[in-house]
């Protein structure tokens, strides 16, 4: 017995039912538009900001946060003294003694030129942040980002020589390098080959 056109048309209507319901309604899967857009919404808002990068003469680039000092005084070739009385010495660095002339006052004068009193320096530290002496033990920029870095400069200029106290080690190989090239060069202490006796030496009376 063959379909009337009733039962075909019900039958029609059915399909197209079907057909419908499964092209337009969404899958259990399948997200819709506003919890996408909500997703969105929060991965941008619940990231973090890129770190705030460090460059400065020629340094890799850090993300170590540095604290203020406003320069009071430079004391010699490797210290100074900041306005809240903390005294601050130049890590890897040993800078001729003040009665070691003239040496002791031109790595002086050398330092007072980068930190004139009333500057603002920028201390970044090591593992340890003090000596036994209870000095400030840092690496000194001129600027919070992008600034010189003083122990660095002071060093390729020829003002100082390198020593290591361990822990603090950061930028050893760096340091000991710009040393190396201002002796080469002549420069600084080296400029006429009359500074013959490094600083740890004089302080033993060696020499």
Same mark, same amino acid.
């Given at each position: ?42 991965? =941008? #808002?619940?990231?973090? @900001? ?5 460059? +400065? $003469?020629? /340094?890799?680039? %850090? =993300? #170590?946060?540095?604290? @203020? ?5 430079? +004391? $010699?070739? /490797?210290?100074? %003294? ?126």
């Amino acid at each position: 017995m063959t379909d009337g056109p009733f039962l075909r048309s019900q039958r029609g209507h059915v399909a197209l039912f079907t057909l419908l319901v499964s092209c337009g309604a969404p899958s259990a899967d399948t997200p819709s538009l506003d919890a996408v857009s909500r997703n969105e919404v929060v991965a =941008t #808002t619940s990231s973090a @900001p890129p770190a705030a990068t460090v460059a +400065s $003469d020629n /340094d890799a680039q %850090r =993300t #170590t946060p540095r604290d @203020p000092c406003v320069i009071a005084a430079v +004391s $010699d070739g /490797d210290s100074f %003294r900041c306005r809240d009385d903390r005294r601050v010495r130049l890590l890897l660095l040993d800078a001729p003694e003040m009665d070691q002339a003239p040496f002791g006052v031109q790595a002086r004068d050398a330092l007072r030129a980068r930190l004139r009193r009333g500057d603002t320096a920028w201390l970044e530290y090591d593992v340890r942040r003090e000596d036994r002496y209870g000095r400030t033990l840092a690496h000194v920029y001129t600027a919070a980002r992008g600034g010189t870095h003083v122990n660095l400069a002071q060093a390729r200029d020829g003002w100082a020589v390198a020593v290591v106290f361990p822990p603090n080690v950061r930028d050893v190989e760096r340091i000991r390098a710009a040393v190396a090239e201002a002796r080469a060069a002549k420069r600084g202490l080296w400029a006429n080959g009359a500074f013959t006796c490094e600083p740890i030496a004089h302080k033993r009376g060696d020499c």
